[in-house]
């Protein structure tokens, strides 16, 4: 098969640098521009030096990119100027975006919590919320594919299925997340300090977070109405990963057993996704570097309820290898192409 050519904008942060690590590997890409905005004109060897010498092309502006060549962009920019960047490019490239800028489908739910007014509504009807493992069909023929958040990751794998099947209640789902700090991205900000954030650990985002619409939009499709979630993130002294714990209440008669079997249901064959045996737990190490998600569930102690665990990459399921899994479902190369990593050890 022929490769396609790629761009990546925000090809210096660090989920651009993940993009490139991963890409290097494949069979069925070729990088053929970067663009970052204060690193443009110097070689990646410079910017990201643990990619020196694999012949990437130099850092550029955007505007100086050639895209009648590109087939497809990766969009890794700051929130609120994705869309400008994508209304700005080519009709036939395709896009996979990274930021928060397409994934709400009512376009009010993003100006009320990114306070700002949205520059592409008319791009936003054609934009696919790009949750692999649930959206596969619209995804391959999308133009635009909304590349989801890290921390609305895995309660929609977790809990759609289940919300799908009436095996837990709409009401009084509660998550508590902690990531990584690589989660804040690579600017220099004094709440990213190692002296700020080692041996300790803290809330942030309480009942505001903005990520929060973004997991009651799709655990609301799932459920057919209208859900407001508890979400709670923290930052926690580690480069990267994410661990959820969310808390539901069973639908009468259901337990984790009962969880578990419409989990195997759903995900029977998916190459990233991880359901871990009876007893077993997630753990972030046992996913860093990888695509995968792993999850379980354990009956509560409070009758009625069950307490769901997962860990993802936060770069990679949770950003640059979920966006490599939409292009290879978009361009219909093997899904797992570029992807196949064991953790990072130790």
Not at 176 to 204: T, W
Not at 244 to 249: A, D, H, L, Q, R
Request: aromatic share 6%; hydrophobic share 45%.
């Amino acid at each position: 098969m022929d490769r396609i050519n790629i761009a990546i904008l925000g090809a210096s942060g660090y989920t651009g640098a993940e993009l490139l690590r991963l890409l290097l590997v494949h069979p069925c890409v070729h990088v053929a521009a970067l663009a970052a905005g204060k690193s443009a004109g110097q070689p990646v060897s410079s910017v990201l030096p643990h990619l020196a010498g694999r012949g990437l092309p130099d850092m550029r502006r955007m505007e100086d990119i050639d895209f009648g060549e590109i087939d497809l962009v990766f969009c890794a920019l700051p929130h609120g100027t994705a869309q400008e960047a994508v209304a700005g490019l080519p009709r036939n490239v395709r896009v996979v975006d990274l930021s928060a800028d397409f994934r709400f489908a009512d376009i009010k739910v993003y100006e009320d919590w990114y306070g700002k007014p949205h520059m592409a509504p008319e791009l936003q009807t054609e934009a696919v919320y790009g949750l692999p493992e649930l959206a596969r069909g619209r995804i391959r023929q999308a133009r635009i594919v909304a590349n989801p958040g890290c921390y609305p990751t895995p309660p929609q794998l977790a809990l759609v299925p289940l919300l799908r099947a009436g095996a837990i209640e709409p009401e009084d789902i509660i998550i508590d997340a902690k990531s990584g700090v690589s989660g804040a991205g690579r600017e220099a900000k004094q709440a990213s300090l190692f002296s700020e954030i080692a041996e300790g650990m803290q809330a942030y985002g309480v009942a505001c977070h903005r990520h929060s619409p973004e997991i009651d939009q799709g655990l609301g499709i799932a459920a057919g109405r209208k859900i407001v979630s508890g979400f709670t993130p923290h930052l926690v002294p580690m480069n990267r990963g994410i661990f959820e714990s969310i808390y539901v209440k069973l639908a009468k008669g259901g337990d984790a057993a009962a969880v578990r079997r419409i989990w195997r249901e759903t995900y029977a064959g998916e190459p990233f996704i991880q359901l871990l045996p009876e007893g077993h737990l997630p753990s972030t190490r046992q996913v860093r570097g990888t695509n995968v998600c792993q999850m379980n569930v354990l009956d509560d102690r409070l009758p009625g309820r069950a307490i769901v665990l997962c860990a993802i990459d936060n770069l990679v399921k949770g950003a640059a290898g979920q966006a490599i899994q939409n292009m290879n479902i978009m361009f219909g190369f093997e899904e797992t192409a570029g992807l196949i990593q064991t953790a990072l050890f130790p």
